[in-house]
């Protein structure tokens, strides 16, 4: 039977720069003192390819998610960071937009219409230099610890790229820093990493919104089994809209 790893289509042959910014920062600077405050355990890192293009599909509890899980790679990770992130004022937006940039974080317009088609260009186009891509498939955070619907735009950047996907589950990131919180609780947290999924049977099907759909549930109910997350049926905005009004 074939690596599933070395399987995929789609797969680079050339290798890329790490940004100087981000080498510094994770192995001299921040991620040392990181590691060895909360001392992240970690399972199945063994399912993450050491080299080539794939997709990382995590869960999505706190806005340190982003920070831990490139932190326990060895390789870089990029994110498709909301574009929030890149237009903040004074000084502290200034200092939050160039991390963002000097790390490799790409910015996306997730308002709908032409911007999501932008956002999925920009994922592949990722995708095709042979780097790790991290996406949060229910596409903001969990409001209450729970695992929402998926949206179908990971399911189209697979089919597109050929290649894998690796499920992700952040665990007891939400107890370190709730939404809301601007001070991080000094607890141990997790990172499991799932076994690969392979969507190359649905080859050629990109288009079709059922296929979009089952591909979509299957990478969230692999999380389910990872996280240990209760799952809700719904997506994690409508949920949050409904609480913001009530």
Sequence with gaps: MPDVLTKFRGQPRRGYAEPVFYWIVKNLVLGPILLRVFRPWLKGTENVPVSGSAILASNHLSFIDSVFLPLVLRRPVVFLAKSEYFTG????????????????????????????????????????????????????????????????????????????????????????????????????????????????????????RFVLRAIADEIMHEIVGISGQEYVDEYASTRRARQSVS
Excluded: C, H
């Design 89 to 208: 004022r004074g000084i502290k937006g200034w200092l939050v937009r160039q991390f963002f940039l000097a790390s490799g974080q790409l910015p996306i317009d997730r308002s709908g219409g032409k911007a999501s088609e932008d956002a999925l260009n920009t994922g592949i186009n990722v995708l095709s230099q042979g780097k790790l891509l991290g996406i949060y498939p229910e596409g903001t955070r969990s409001p209450d610890g729970r695992l929402y619907r998926g949206r179908t735009g990971i399911a189209r950047m697979a089919l597109e790229s050929g290649v894998l996907v690796i499920p992700v589950a952040m665990i007891d990131t939400d107890k370190v820093m709730p939404i809301g919180s601007k001070i991080p609780k000094v607890q141990r947290i997790g990172v499991v990493f799932g076994r690969p999924l392979d969507f190359s049977r649905f080859e050629g099907y990109a288009n079709d």
